[in-house]
């Protein structure tokens, strides 16, 4: 099974702050690699898809990047709808499987 | 409009098996794999395994191999998942969800459905 690592696993930021979050694969997925946005209560939703494409109306702000084994999610300006905890996915291959998840938290 | 909804809560006691239904809307059922999700309480997410709308072709994560059958229904377009053999540990809510085309990313969400299992 590919294993996906997420870090940090929580952080606390400030509307307005640049945030990263990154994920690691345990084995090379190419660009199959996509990110969710989940907040409490509340079913996951896509935010990116095959590394970097933006899902139909999430915000700009939202943006991904790398390839094969290490990859980034960022938001660009953080704002209070954005507190959530966020996870990886890969879809390479199966089993599917997710990251640990990143808690992102008000500062 | 498009979505997907989910049978009602369960409660249910440890050997016993549970049947979720999903029932998609507004988009065409057959295009597309459909996964199920599960997330324990205050835990992760966790695949579980997929089905094809089209073929009913299905792919069972191994932790669920035997225990867990997925099946379809295309006249009403909705999707089952059953899971036999409940142990508490299996209390959690249980998400269907669309696979896009493109890179089976989970496009389209449930609103989840919470099964407890309680002696």
């Known amino acids: 099974d590919i294993q996906m690592t997420q870090s940090p696993s929580s952080l606390s930021a400030s509307v307005g702050d640049r945030v990263t979050i990154t994920c690691r694969a345990s084995q090379s997925i190419s660009n199959y690699l996509n990110w969710y946005q989940q907040k409490p209560g509340k079913a996951p939703k896509l935010l990116i898809y095959g590394v970097s494409s933006l899902q139909s109306g999430v915000p700009s702000r939202f943006s991904g990047s790398g390839s094969g084994t290490d990859f980034t999610l960022t938001i660009s300006s953080l704002q209070p709808e954005d507190f959530a905890t966020y996870y990886c996915q890969q879809s390479s291959s199966v089993p599917r499987t997710f990251g640990q998840g990143t808690n992102v938290e008000i500062k | 409009q498009v979505q997907l909804v989910q049978s009602g809560a369960e409660v249910k006691k440890p050997g016993a098996s549970v049947k979720v239904s999903c029932k998609a809307f507004g988009y065409t059922f057959s295009g597309y794999y459909m996964h199920w999700v599960r997330q324990a309480p205050g ?77």
């Open chain 2, 43 to 119: 835990q992760g997410l966790e695949w579980m395994g997929w089905i094809s709308a089209k073929s009913g072709g299905t792919n069972y994560a191994q932790k669920f191999q035997g225990r867990v059958t997925m099946t379809r229904d295309t006249s009403i377009s909705t999707v089952y998942m059953e899971v036999s053999w409940l142990r508490s540990d299996d209390t959690a809510v249980y998400y269907c969800v669309r696979g896009n085309r493109v890179y089976d990313a989970f496009d389209l969400w449930g609103q989840g459905t919470t099964v407890t299992v309680s002696s």
